[in-house]
């Protein structure tokens, strides 16, 4: 996927809008994504799944940027959606998105939350741990209808990728342990429970992962795992659920394999797998996040201060920073910024890009070669779509950035600035 496109200006082009123009109409900091690219994701891997035969779902996982919008944008392209928060599922609600084809996770929701979720009919709730169950036994003598849960499952296989993104090791806060018995003993308990629908199990061993060889494992884990408990309790799972996190490109570094790739190497592993047992082909689903949306963002900024340490670092700050995009302090994530004047200009130096609030660890990107750029001009970091606007926080009292999506040359604001009056709205009187 080409991250940079030009107009016939040379600027920098998002969904067929300028960037300059955008940052003028709306401002910076700003989030402006390329829907176009967002439908494409989607079709690519819709079209790797037709081509399988397989009954699927592509369930987005809208933790990686979670507004109404974009929900909206899924429910077009035939998506599904995975919630992981009240917050999150009345964003769903409000979008008017099929409830059906909502999936519930979390490791550690509340009793309002589970009730909230069946009051709304949610399509799965996917069941983390052992007092879920017994939450959901609270719930479960007002239900007409037995719900329809899927276990999470720890499968004990650790991705190659940043340990805080890793989900699927042992060690972990997620899902029910093989290893040591756990998910087995879960699998009694709901099967013992008529007002309990088991559809099947899920895992997901992390995010931005490169290569296929963690897909397979956990296939080849999941499909020995359901062919055990066959044997064991008659049971066939209706849906094998393998998570998200399918790597994408952040920095020309990043190598990652398409969608189709990975969606074709998992369904040729499975149905080798499976043809080795007693188990019938089950449906695939999976949760990509930020392979459906990273790459379609962009975080567009105003420059402003230039500090040069000669001999060590020139950091150009820009009006925005952790505050908007925690990804590169939090887990030393790599992004790569251009001017939007000029995309494809050449570097002749090498500047650190630092936030604007108080804190040394705010840096955007470090050590990129850039032009010459000077106080005022916009600069945009690419691939910022996914745990950008969604892990946004009002640290230093600065208001989260606006939202605008571009497609076909028009842009439209989806979520608005946030204003002063919003940052101290919450606030009440002591004295
Ligand atoms: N599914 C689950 C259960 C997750 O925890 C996550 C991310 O944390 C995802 C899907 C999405 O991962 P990604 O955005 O890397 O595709």
């Known amino acids: 996927m080409n991250l940079v496109t030009d107009n016939s200006q040379g600027h920098l082009s998002i969904g067929g809008c300028d960037a300059l123009d955008l940052a003028n109409d709306f401002g910076t900091p700003l989030y402006v994504y390329d829907i176009s690219l967002i439908r494409q994701q989607l079709r690519q891997f819709h079209k790797a799944f037709k081509e399988t035969g397989i009954k699927y779902a592509i369930s987005y996982a809208s ?10 944008v899924i429910d077009q392209e035939d998506g599904h959606l995975d919630v992981v928060s009240a917050g999150e599922l009345m964003t769903a609600v409000q979008a008017n998105f099929p409830m059906a084809n909502v999936s519930f996770h979390g490791n550690n929701k509340s009793l309002a939350e589970l009730q909230l979720a069946l009051d709304n009919h949610v399509g799965t709730i996917i069941v983390d741990n052992f007092y879920e169950l017994e939450l959901l036994n609270k719930l479960l003598p007002e239900q007409k209808q037995p719900v329809n849960i899927m276990l999470r499952i720890a499968p004990g296989i650790s991705a190659h990728t940043h ?3 890793q989900t699927g090791q042992v060690d972990s806060k997620f899902g029910f342990d093989v290893q040591s018995g756990q998910a087995e003993q879960a699998l009694k308990q709901v099967l013992q429970n008529p007002k309990l629908n088991l559809r099947g199990y899920h895992a997901h061993i992390g995010s931005q992962i490169m290569a296929i060889a963690g897909f397979t494992a956990l296939v080849q884990k999941m499909v020995q795992l359901a062919a055990d408990w066959q044997e ?10 393998f998570g998200g996190g399918f790597g994408i ?4 570094q990043d190598q990652p394999l398409a969608p189709q790739e990975f969606v074709r190497n998992m369904i040729q592993t499975l149905k080798k797998e499976i043809a080795q047992t007693n188990l019938t082909l ?3 689903w999976i949760e990509p996040g930020r392979s459906i949306v990273g790459e379609a963002g962009y975080s567009l900024y105003t420059i402003g201060a230039r500090k040069n340490i000669p001999g060590i670092r020139t950091y150009v700050s820009v009006d925005g920073g952790m505050g908007d995009n925690i990804r590169p302090a939090l887990y030393q994530a790599e992004y790569q910024a251009v001017l939007a004047a000029d995309p494809q200009a050449s570097p002749v130096e090498t500047v650190t890009i630092a936030g604007r609030y108080c804190e040394s660890g705010d840096i955007l990107v470090k050590d990129q070669k850039l032009p010459l750029s000077a106080p005022g001009d916009i600069l945009a970091i690419l691939a910022t779509g996914a745990y950008g606007y969604s892990m946004a926080s009002n640290y230093n009292r600065v208001g989260r950035p606006a939202v605008v999506f571009a497609e076909n040359g028009h842009a439209k604001l ?3 600035r946030e204003t002063l009056a919003d940052l101290t709205r919450l606030d009440l009187n002591y004295l």
């Open 63 to 72: 933790k990686a940027f979670a507004i109404r919008a974009i929900d909206q």
């Open 163 to 165: 340990r805080y993104i």
């Open 232 to 241: 064991k309790y008659h049971y066939q799972p209706q849906v094998l659920n």
């Open 249 to 252: 490109k952040y920095t020309n």
């Open 282 to 284: 089950p449906e695939v």
């Open 414 to 416: 989806v979520v608005k």
